[in-house]
């Protein structure tokens, strides 16, 4: 008789539990990193470095189950399969009655997508998991070039390293804040298509030319985009909205505030708040705003502060106890709750970078979300600047203000989208 193979499993980290039960067709918390290569893509030589990213990346290898009190992840013998893009960017990928992977690799001529559930890790850990991709797929599509020198991994974290939850590792009971209060901000309205497609609109622009105008108004390009999205949706705004103030969500890599290189979540969410019944609605006096609030809120103890109050749920003894089904409630109540405070979301991966021997075969990439509200995602590499948006509604107001701001400050924008009209 065989031994039965024991499976392991794996407690969701704290970012990771208000994904399962907020996942549905119109938001599916599901983001996607885009690859551009110089060549058309290989199928089978994709296949083959997509199993061996997997080796170093075994957590990905993972279904999503319910348990009594809590989702967990469960070891899975499934292996990913790479296949030709076959349906619309950033679809369900976690189905809560079929056990399936949590993240999927397509491609489309030279490009390559890589889409995952949020539960299962963020950005940055994304990120990790697609250059270790590019890594292996470049030197095996390439290998003449190298010549058997072969450059090194740049992402080397060990297995234990890359499963670190973070958040709890970091936990500091004696820091836990007081309850925040939630503003009513601006609600963005429109007509959602039937098929819940989201639109994407991609602006394509060159990274010094956005760095210089940022300079000129002596701020950085986070800020000075950020306060441009701000702008571009008060033009939208009737007199009688501006009673409640615009807020961007802007998810912050808590990476660069405290020692981690985990490849799981590990991120927290900053409200940053611009009212215009009280201040001014020039650019220049949004940028001030803008700043100020990311001075203030952009610190290690401030984000501390907010990581705790929200771990400090997850240890109460009394919520350990709670049936799931409860807790789920619960957690949808609380994104209802915090959705009320929130117009929009913008997130700066920031700039990508590679090992200067896989450079020359990569053009660009890019990365957006799925959207129950209009968001921007950002991120560079080289000298190419990619701004997208990803919004659940038909109209593209907003965007074109955007765009046509920076086209009127002579950036040379390539703009390419799904929706109709842009």
Request: hydrophobic residues 40%; charged residues 25%; glycine residues 2%.
């Amino acid at each position: 008789m065989t031994k039965r193979k024991l499976v392991e499993w794996t407690k969701l980290d704290n970012a990771a539990k208000i994904f399962p039960p907020n996942s549905n067709e119109r938001d599916t918390k599901v983001f996607r990193f885009v690859c551009e290569l110089k060549d058309d893509i290989d199928r089978n030589i994709l296949q083959e470095a997509v199993d061996k990213t997997l080796l170093l990346f075994p957590f990905y290898q993972s279904v999503l189950r319910r348990g009594a009190f809590w989702y967990y992840f469960e070891q899975t013998e499934l292996r990913p399969e790479v296949a030709e893009e076959y349906k619309l960017p950033c679809s369900m990928l976690y189905h809560r009655n079929r056990r399936n992977l949590l993240f999927e690799v397509t491609y489309y001529k030279n490009r390559i997508n890589l889409e995952v559930f949020h539960a299962l890790t963020d950005g940055t850990g994304a990120l990790g998991f697609l250059k270790t991709l590019l890594y292996y797929y470049i030197t095996i599509f390439y290998k003449d070039d190298f010549n058997g020198t072969l450059p090194v991994l740049d992402y080397d974290a060990s297995l234990t390293q890359k499963m670190d939850d973070s958040f709890q590792k970091h936990y500091s009971v004696k820091r836990i804040p007081k309850k925040v209060k939630i503003t009513k901000a601006y609600r963005i309205q429109g007509r959602r298509p039937i098929d819940n497609r989201i639109k994407i609109i991609e602006g394509l622009m060159p990274v010094k030319d956005v760095l210089e105008l940022s300079r000129k108004h002596n701020t950085t390009l986070t800020v000075y985009l950020t306060a441009l999205f701000i702008k571009s949706i008060n033009k939208e705004m009737s007199v009688r909205s501006k009673k409640n103030p615009v807020v961007l969500s802007v998810p912050v890599n808590l990476r660069s505030y405290f020692p981690s290189v985990t490849a799981r979540n590990f991120f927290a969410a900053v409200n940053i708040s611009y009212d215009f019944n009280k201040s001014g609605e020039e650019l220049e006096d949004i940028i001030m705003g803008v700043k100020d609030s990311f001075e203030r809120e952009f610190t290690k103890d401030r984000l501390e502060k907010q990581m705790n109050r929200l771990l400090s749920l997850e240890h109460n003894a009394f919520m350990r106890v709670v049936p799931l089904v409860i807790k789920d409630r619960v957690l949808r109540f609380a994104s209802w709750l915090s959705d009320r405070g929130i117009t929009a979301s913008l997130s700066n991966v920031g700039k990508i970078t590679v090992s200067p021997e896989l450079a020359p075969y990569i053009k660009l990439f890019n990365c957006f979300v799925s959207a129950r509200r209009p968001q921007i995602t950002i991120c560079s590499y080289q000298n190419n600047l990619m701004v997208s948006f990803t919004s659940p509604f038909v109209g593209t107001d907003i965007q074109k203000n955007f765009f046509r701001h920076l086209s009127n400050e002579n950036i040379p924008i390539i703009i390419t989208s799904n929706a109709k009209e842009i």
